[in-house]
Structures are given as structure tokens and as C-alpha cells.
């Protein structure tokens, strides 16, 4: 029998294998419909609308190609937390860059009620100035 440590550590990555082969609606079926989004820049998104609105500019490649690269998990299998430290890399205007974050995730079941999202960055400003 699986432990739920190990039940949450494989829907984490399946989570991040989702958003790093850019399918949002494989990452979508991993949020419960009121699910809530924590934004890096303090915005928040609740509801899988909200959500899913939240994510289409990432997803849609407006930003570039971005992969998350997972470094470290945290798991706390008693409240259904965790936490993944990552690198995400992107080309801005021709131009490799990188920086370092986390995400928290809630998990209730499998679903993902609330996600929120910490970057270390000397400006982190997407926008759609980064695309021609």
C-alpha cells in the first residue's frame, strides 16, 4: 500500500509534469473546482475559471518557453501540504534568464485547493513585451 507521503509526492510532480509540457488542461484536472490561486504578485484567482484565466497567458506562450525544474519537496503528509522549491527558466527578448521560487500546494484528496507561489527575482514583470 502506498503511503499518503508517497501518494502526495507522485501528484506533485504529475502536477509539475503538466505544466512543463505546457498542458493546461492536464494541470486544470488537478484543482478542485473552488480552488484558489495565490499569484507571485499578490493577486488571487478562486475558482477553476479564475484559475484557469490566471494560467491561459503562461500557457498560451505569450511569456516564452517556461519549464519549471524542480529542486527540492517538502512533504507534510498529516495536513496535505507541500512544498516545491523550483528554478523556472525562460527566454525574455532573445535572452536566457532563470530565477528561483516555491509553491505551496494544499491538497485535499487529489485536488489541489489552494496554490501559492513565491519568486526570488530581482524584477519579475511578465508582460507581453516579453514576445514579439
Known sequence: MTSERDRLHRLTIEFLDAFNRCDLD???AFFAPDGVYDQFDGSEARG?????AAFAPQF???FGE???LEEDLFIDADTGK???SWVCTLE???EPTAWRGLDLLHWQ???LVHKLTYAKAKAL???ATLRP
Not at 48 to 52: L, N, P
Open 26 to 28: 492536464a494541470m486544470m
Open 48 to 52: 477553476y475559471d479564475a484559475v484557469r
Open 60 to 62: 498560451s506562450g505569450r
Open 66 to 68: 517556461m519549464k519549471f
Open 82 to 84: 507541500v512544498m516545491a
Open 92 to 94: 525574455a527578448r532573445g
Open 109 to 111: 484528496g487529489d485536488k
Open 125 to 127: 514583470q511578465l508582460d
